[in-house]
């Protein structure tokens, strides 16, 4: 089995290199530079010539207000990315996996959104991700996540966490609700999916829901500091004001993982701590 990983220099493509290393599969990861999604006449040579047996996209346009800023590119990499992707791979008979988001629900449901619920992105991201997927199903497996943060590459905790370290007060708002999820655990379900090449559409998260308030308040805990120095604000109060809108709850219910025989994600707090413990 060989498995080729794109947007190789990613947060989500380094913890997938690790797990596929550990499980001792031939793999190699190409970054942005070395293979862009985005050039067909590029892509279909590459993966035509190297015949993986499974290709993850770790690739995207993942700035959600650069991505509203600047439409033709979130779609010329969330959309005509992963279709050039699902058509090179399926010339070689290769499986796709493919990474999208919570962003494709609208926010206004109050209990965990479900594979099955209803998608209405409201900005360029969450549309340009949600056609991703729509490309790519039903043949690849599609994996919906949501709060990213990884051991490398930059994040919000650990930026809050250099923050709380000079003392600094920060504000994070406590009208968005989600489900933090740590690219480690991520990835390790992933490649359950990868290797029994099993189609469909997952919502792979940790367990558990919280603000971005309530999770850095946890962090600064965690990590030592005051967690008064964590201060609630609401989204209208951001500044300068976001150019993408954030839906206000987004939690993702794990069901399809759990009935497909998977096991679902630990709780967030436990990567939490190990995310604290590996770079404080
Ligand atoms: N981060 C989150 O909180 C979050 C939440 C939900 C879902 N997701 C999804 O999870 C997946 C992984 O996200 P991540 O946080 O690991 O993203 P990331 O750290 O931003 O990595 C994305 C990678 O894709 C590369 N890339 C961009 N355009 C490309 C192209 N045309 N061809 C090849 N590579 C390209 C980027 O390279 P350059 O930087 O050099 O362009 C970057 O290395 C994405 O599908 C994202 O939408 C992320």
Redo the contacts with the bound molecule.
Sequence with gaps: MTVLV????????SALLQGLARREISALAV???Q????DPHELGPYIGKLRPTVII???????VDRCELHPNWAY???VE?VANLAEAARRVGAHLV??????VFDGAQDHPYRETDAANPQSV?GQS?LEGERLALPESTVV?????T?MT?GSVLRTALARLADGDEVRFVNDQFGSP?F?WDLAEAILDLAVDQQPGLFHVVNAGETSWWGLVRELAELAGFDPEQVQPISSAELEPPRPAARPAYSVLATEALTAAGYRPLRHYSEPLAEFVSAVR
Excluded: E, F, M, P
């Excluded at 794109?6 to 493509?13: E, K, V």
């Excluded at 493919?98 to 962003?103: G, L």
């Design positions: 794109t947007g190789g220099g990613g947060r989500l493509a970054s942005h530079q293979l862009d999604i985005c996209n770790a690739a995207a346009a993942t700035d010329a990499v969330n990315g493919t990474v999208s988001t919570d962003y991201y991700k919906r996540t949501a709060w990213l990884g590459g999820t690219c």
